[in-house]
């Protein structure tokens, strides 16, 4: 089957490689689906350039990648092949899967945060599989899935929409992480995929208004298009006074997906009293200085990290339901141009000529 592969940091290359040999896995409950949808995550950069962003995020620190992963993990698809007989229910049924499987065994999964899981075995990752081949993605024809962690799409829902679970079920985590308050705004410093779902997810749980921060036309324009919330251009000169008027107690959230010391600034100086701000992007790239001070009045500074099956199923009764919507963010691409795409975007990452790519058939 076709695939992309990276087979080093910088090296994605499409080519043939074996159909996925699930009964090798040692797991009766993995499932191999065919994929109809696979979307391009902001991480699977951060994999092409030698970046962790799973060990990052997860584990707090940095482990190197193996050769030969085949990327892409927000994904959905059709049931082809099951290996135990409590998954036949799955066979030619859509489903949007889960991406990882946690241990269900370790101190993290035990106590109820196993997004946490050290074990986890992850899709589009190396984590987990030891030594293959080929490490498992969804940048292919067939990606393996796990039985319990596929959850049946309804026949109106695009393939399209469903591959955008894994981050809106992110969104409804970071949410929770921060502690989402009905009637209080959220600021999100960013507005990709991320600031966008955030914004989506936060007033579907109550926020009183969303206000969005952007550099990129195009990915101001979506939200615009989109109606969701209020969309500021990051370089406006009056940024801070106009943040001021929107929010004069402050914002009850901060959503950062930058993780710049100019961001957390700003976040932190338009955080409410008992406000969280909550970053999204932890990276190692340059120490940021911190006065303490600023966290005064119960000012919480946290990060966020995957999801909890809750909040995938939350997240997709509520894509489901029409409250989140993500077709405008959607540019399909096909597998064949893959790494020509990545060198574009590797190339100029600020050009943004897309908000979210989606691999197609
Ligand atoms: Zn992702
Ligand atoms: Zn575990």
Redesign the pocket.
């Known amino acids: 089957m076709p695939a992309a592969v990276l087979e080093a940091p910088g090296r994605l290359v499409v080519r043939e490689i074996p159909v996925w040999p699930i009964e090798e896995y040692g797991d009766p409950d993995i499932v191999l689906v065919e994929v109809a949808a696979c979307g391009v995550c902001g991480s699977d950069f951060r994999y092409f350039a030698g970046e962790n962003p799973w060990a990052q995020h997860t584990l707090g620190r940095f482990v190197p990648n193996p050769p030969n992963i085949v990327l892409g993990h927000e994904f959905a698809g059709t049931v082809v092949r099951v290996l135990h007989e409590r998954n036949e229910r799955l066979l030619g049924k859509r489903v949007a899967p889960v991406c990882s499987k946690?241990?269900?065994?370790?101190a993290?999964?035990r106590a109820g945060r196993?997004r946490l899981?050290?074990?986890t075995v992850h899709l589009g990752h190396g984590q987990g599989w030891g030594r293959r081949d080929f490490y498992p993605g969804a940048y292919a024809r067939y990606a393996p899935a796990w039985g319990a962690g596929c959850y049946e799409i309804s026949d109106d829902l695009p393939f399209e929409d469903a591959a955008m679970m894994d981050i809106l079920a992110v969104c409804v985590h970071v949410c929770e992480v921060g502690a989402v308050q009905a009637g209080r705004p959220v600021l999100c410093i960013g507005a990709g995929p991320a600031g966008n779902g955030l914004a989506q997810v936060a007033q579907t749980m109550g926020a009183d208004r969303a206000v969005l921060i952007e550099r990129s036309p195009l990915a101001m324009d979506v939200a615009r298009r989109q109606g969701i919330g209020t969309v500021l251009d990051a370089r406006r000169p009056d940024l801070p006074e106009a943040l001021r008027q929107l929010a004069p107690e402050g914002f009850g959230c901060v959503f950062d997906s930058v993780g710049t010391e100019s961001t957390l600034d700003l976040g932190l100086t338009h955080l409410a009293k008992t406000g969280s701000l909550v970053l999204l992007a932890v990276h190692g790239n340059a120490p940021v200085p911190l006065d303490l001070m600023r966290l005064g009045a119960e000012r919480r500074l946290v990060t966020s990290c995957n999801f909890e099956v809750g909040d995938y199923a939350k997240a997709l009764a509520w894509l489901e339901a029409g409250k989140l919507r993500v077709s405008e963010w959607l540019t399909p691409v096909s597998l064949t141009d893959l790494p020509e795409r990545f060198a574009e975007v590797m190339a100029n990452p600020d050009a943004k000529s897309t908000l979210k790519m989606v691999v197609g058939r």
Do not use: E, I, Q, R
């Open positions: 946690v241990c269900g065994a370790c993290d999964c196993s899981c050290p074990n």
